[in-house]
């Protein structure tokens, strides 16, 4: 790490949690606070004008919620890490602001104990996870194996886990056809088996399946 001290955009839509927070990061020597948002949308356009190199962000906020904000950051800011800072020791928040590029997912609960690891972890270009969050990771990995879905792209033939990436990456049916040179229909009798073969609904599910299952980045 430089000698240079990480700065931190900080977004919550609560000033006492702000306050509280940014109380925690500016005691260390290594971290600044340097923009500070109170919604999602503001997060974001504080981001674009100050370049932070660390972005921590409330889950639930108005405007734009934290993951939100935080897949908006991943396309437009993406040398900003993301870390989310909950009260929501949810699995779902969990996989979603790790599909939506978070590096990390602390709980304010115990955020005077884990913020400031959490923030040099993702600095060093390491994950950090909360314990229930290893276990929600470990579950789910065994519930897929269960459900023949092991590293589950195996189920899939090189066609389907071609379409299915280009499908996540958000190529159209014609797109895909004209790369892949197969017709639009064959696009999506494939599109259409994949839905049933991963037990998935929409274009949304399967994307989140291809980040999960590693092919495309989140």
Not at 30 to 51: F, I, K, N, S
Not at 89 to 102: I, P
Not at 134 to 162: N, P, Q, W
């Amino acid at each position: 790490m430089s000698d240079s001290p990480t700065r931190i955009l900080l977004a919550d839509d609560h000033a006492l949690v702000r306050r509280g927070v940014r109380l925690i990061l500016d005691a260390e020597p290594d971290l600044t606070v340097v923009a500070e948002a109170d919604d999602g949308a503001e997060a974001v356009a504080r981001a674009r004008e100050h370049r932070p190199d660390l972005a921590v962000l409330d889950i639930a906020m108005p405007r734009l919620t934290g993951l939100q904000a935080a897949r908006e950051l991943s396309r437009t800011c993406p040398r900003t890490r993301i870390l989310m800072l909950t009260m929501y020791d949810n699995e779902q928040y969990f996989f979603e602001a790790l599909g939506a590029g978070a590096s990390g997912y602390v709980l304010k609960s115990v955020a005077d104990r884990d913020l400031v690891e959490a923030c040099r972890a993702t600095m060093r270009g390491e994950p950090f996870l909360y314990p229930g969050a290893v276990d929600a990771l470990i579950r789910d990995h065994l519930e897929r194996v269960r459900e023949g879905g092991a590293g589950a792209s195996r189920a899939l033939t090189d066609r389907e886990e071609e379409i299915l990436k280009l499908v996540a990456e958000g190529h159209t049916s014609q797109q895909i056809a004209d790369l892949l040179v197969i017709s639009p229909k064959t696009v999506e009798r494939h599109r259409a088996n994949l839905l049933q073969k991963l037990g998935l609904k929409d274009r949304l599910e399967l994307t989140r399946y291809a980040i999960r299952v590693g092919l495309i980045e989140p």
